[in-house]
């Protein structure tokens, strides 16, 4: 049997987390040429190369039955750790989040959601750089 070496190992586990492309839907949330925020799902494979630089990384909690209506001062993915929400837009649509779930909010005029079922929403909120 042939031994790896700890920075050997280190490097092997780094590569190994390297995904070039793979399927995973992102919803969406902007400010349309009307004014209104939409939802939007992309199902396209996102490329490494499209992934975006973040600022700041914040682990939140939302207790259930919680919401609010808002403006999202900056740019930010919503990555849904455990419990649900239902995510409602201006334009009247709404879908529900569950754990997985990954919102990317570029909208900055109105969103609301409501933390669903009788466990809190824990969730990251990764601000974007601008």
Known sequence: MTQVSDQQDVDRRAHALVLPSFDMPIVRVYTGADGVSHLEEIKDSIAATDIKKVTDLRFLLSEAGSGQRLNAPYGHYDITLSG?????????????????????VEDQVDHSFIVVGTDPRIFIIARLEE
């Not at 995510?87 to 569950?98: E, I, M, N, Y």
């Open 84 to 104: 649900q929400m239902d995510l409602s837009v201006a334009d009247g649509a709404s879908l529900r989040v569950s754990p997985g779930g990954v919102c990317l």
